[in-house]
Structures are given as C-alpha cells and as structure tokens.
C-alpha cells in the first residue's frame, strides 16, 4: 500500500545519486548493463511518484565526467539507454505536464544522446509541472570551472564575483539547492555531484541498490526529511 505524503515541509527540489546497479546485477550474477536497464525502469517509476507527491524539482546522477573511464561497453551501453529513455519516456513526461532538463557538459556526448535529449527538451520546455534535471556528463568540479571561465569571458570584475553571481553560471541556474539529497546503493559519499548546491541540504545514504529502490522507500525518505528541522547555520 502506497501511502500519502503530508503536504507541509515537502522538499521543493530533491536530489539523487542513483548508485548499485552493478552490484545489483553482479548479486544476480547477470551483466552490469542488466542492472542499468533495471535502473532505468526505477527511474521512470521515480519520477513519476515524484510528479504525484507534488515535488517540484528533481535532479538525477545518470552519468559523470568520471564514468568515461569504464569499459567501453559500458559506457556504450549507458549512452543506449540514454536515447531510448529520452525516446520512450518523452511522451508520458509531456502528457503530465513534466519538463526535462539536461545539465552537465551536454556538448561531449554522441550525435545521438545530444539529439534525444535536444528533442526531449524542446518538446517540454513550456511545461509547468515537475522540473527533472538529468546530470548527463556531469561533474561538480567541472561545472565550477566552466562557471568561472564563464565569469572571466565576460570580464566581470574581481568586485562582482558574487555566490549569486558565479550561481549564475552554474548548469543549475534557476533551479534553487536541493533540499533533500538521497544517495543509494551503501556508499556515503558525493561522488563529485552538486558540491556547491548542496552546501545546506539534508543527506540520506541507504544500502538499497538502485533497480531494488522504490515508491514505497522514497515517500519513507521524505518523511524522514519532513521531520528535520533545518537551520542554515542559524542557532
Ligand atoms: C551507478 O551505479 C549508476 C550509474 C553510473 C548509471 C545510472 C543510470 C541509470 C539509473 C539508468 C538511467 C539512465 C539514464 C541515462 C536516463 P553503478 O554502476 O556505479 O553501481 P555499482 O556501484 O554497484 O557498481
């Protein structure tokens, strides 16, 4: 049974590193892809109870500037399942109002994966439902330094740079901090992803693999975040 989520204190923007796919599949002695492909349908059954719950932004961990360095199988394999997401899911995500959003260095990704996301993008830009941000070719460092080069290109002056300025610049732009990060898969790390919107943002690490991860669990994670009380460095 699917519970209802109050609707005081509902994280705005949440934030997800979607980590154990390999050893999700690795456990089921099947192929790391197997366990991405199984990914994929978690992400689609994510998103969607993230649409219900009435979240207004999501953003998603698909693929680093690290994760290059896997085989090229992979990565191939990865950059698949990219377009036929992009492809298979535009339809559904229009129909109910959501508009996707590629962040991350879109321009070092194949003809193919630029040209699904294109299509997708364009085809919700006008919506006004949930904003879902895919981190495709994404790194937060990265991201910091195009943003700074960005600034530089510009001459803006020493005096000028400020946290709302460089902001800015960021692929975020617009989308405000997450509120609510969830890593799953067992790790406790950042793996280089949104190191400066998070600076505020409550963390929630669980050892469920990703394909294991569902709506059941996330509403449960959200009413954790609603009970804690945020301070922003205030007493
Ligand atoms: C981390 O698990 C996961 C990824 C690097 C890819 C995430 C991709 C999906 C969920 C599929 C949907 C993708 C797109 C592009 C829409 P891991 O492989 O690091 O798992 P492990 O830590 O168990 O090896």
Known sequence: MTHQLKKENLPEHIAIIM???GRW?????????????AGMKTLRKIVRASSDAGIKILTVYAFSTENWKRSPEEVDGLM???????????????QNNVKIQVIGDINGLNAKVQKAAKNAMD?????????????????????IVHAVKALIEQGVLPEE????RLNEELYTKGLGDPDLLIRTGGESRLSNFMLWQIAYTELLFIDTYWPDFNKEEYYNLIEIYQKRNRRFGTA
């Open 19 to 21: 980590d154990g796919n």
């Open 80 to 94: 698949n399942i990219a377009v036929e997401y992009f492809k298979k899911e535009v339809g559904e995500l229009h």
């Open 161 to 164: 740079v400020t946290e709302n």
């Open 123 to 143: 085809i919700t830009a006008n919506n006004t439902g949930l904003v879902f941000n895919v981190a495709l070719n994404y790194g937060s460092r990265n991201e």
């Open 25 to 37: 599949a690795q456990a089921k002695k099947r192929p790391r892809l197997f366990g991405h492909n």
